[in-house]
């Protein structure tokens, strides 16, 4: 009985030990992925290269941050939305698009979000030049 | 004492169950700066535009990659490093890059992995063109 009440605390003691352990280890798993999945080259990419009318900058500008939140928010298979202008020429926009495959970006161009965000700018695009991409090597640390 | 030998387990659940809420919300912390870092203005950042012989593209890929992969594994300010070229126009490459700060592309460019890659490319690349850049908007999920 004596045993019995030291080895209940103990194995209580291990028990902790051992949820602690699994937890961290499925941390570092999903840290690992995080960095490791974006080697995957089987996802959809493309750059758009966008000159916007200068009148219209900051709506344009806030139109696209809008419709991007959403798409990462809502879609599953929107990944990554990097949008940027040029420091020289901030009309020059550039945005660099990854999807988890083909569908995915299909699926993206007939949301409510991105019809609305097209039909918000197409009075705000001066040129817009889309390239299907590949990637060489898409490198990041976990965290930016 | 009957009292305290039916605490000491008690206790110990509970700081076992503690520690493992602890962990839990330090990983739910760890994952929304992941995410959310990403939206950091502070960034330094930079598109480079680049064409390659043809004759030399394979070759050239090879040293980008060799380039970019020493660049984030071992620089602390190399964030981000994504290489990717046109479907259509194989030998136009472009680099999307994301550095801690200035300093550290200052840095970066100092590295042995760096000017090896510089020097191994010098007579691959047909034009470079270097925009720095300011975003707009960084979205990611976290898990690429």
Known sequence: MKFK???????RKITCIRMF???VICCLITSFFTNASAQNG???MRVARIVVDSAQLDDYKAAL??????????????LSLYAVYDKEE???VTVFEIYLDEDAYKAHIQTPHFKKYKST????VKSL???????????????L
């Open 21 to 23: 352990i699994v937890t």
């Open 121 to 124: 700018v197409q009075n705000m």
């Open 42 to 44: 089987q996802r959809f």
């Open 129 to 143: 030049e889309l390239s299907d991409v590949s990637p060489i090597a898409l490198e990041a640390k976990s965290k």
């Open 5 to 11: 009440k030291m080895l209940v605390p103990a194995m």
């Open 90 to 92: 901030p009309t020059h």
């Open 65 to 78: 941050k809008e419709g991007m939140e959403s798409a990462v928010r809502t879609e599953p298979g929107v």
